[in-house]
């Protein structure tokens, strides 16, 4: 089992920026894949940003340039740093882990942070 701590949700005004974090906790395998993903009200959720254990990282194209995520494989954590925040950016953001052993791969959900964006 995994279980996915988030911090740094919050309000915060158009062009200001947010540092999202999640660390993740017990089975961990060394490959595997962590990100975000959000869900605005009466929408889809939808990815944002991932990262593999390689460093290799994929974004939607609504953030690319505007979002960058890392990550601390030491700590098991990742960020999302998220700069010139726009009002439809406002959403839960839920951290997503994806650990893979061999044929197996297993998913995991935090429990969602609240991100609003004032006009």
């Known amino acids: 089992q995994v279980q996915l701590v988030e911090s740094g949700g919050g309000l915060v005004q158009a062009g200001g920026s947010l540092r999202l974090s999640c660390a993740a906790s017990?089975?961990?395998?060394?490959?595997?894949?962590m990100g975000w993903y959000r869900q605005a009200p009466g929408e889809q959720r939808e990815l944002v940003a991932v990262i593999t254990s390689s460093g290799s990282t994929n974004y939607a194209d609504s953030v690319k340039g505007r979002f960058t995520i890392s990550r601390d494989n030491a700590k098991n954590t990742v960020y999302l740093q998220m700069n010139s925040l726009k009002p439809e950016d406002t959403a839960v953001y839920y951290c997503?882990?994806?650990?893979?052993?061999?044929?197996?791969?297993?998913?995991?959900w935090g429990q969602g942070t609240q991100v609003t964006v004032s006009s």
């Open positions: 997503n882990v994806e650990t893979y052993f061999y044929d197996l791969t297993s998913e995991y």
């Open positions: 017990g089975s961990i395998f060394s490959r595997n894949r």
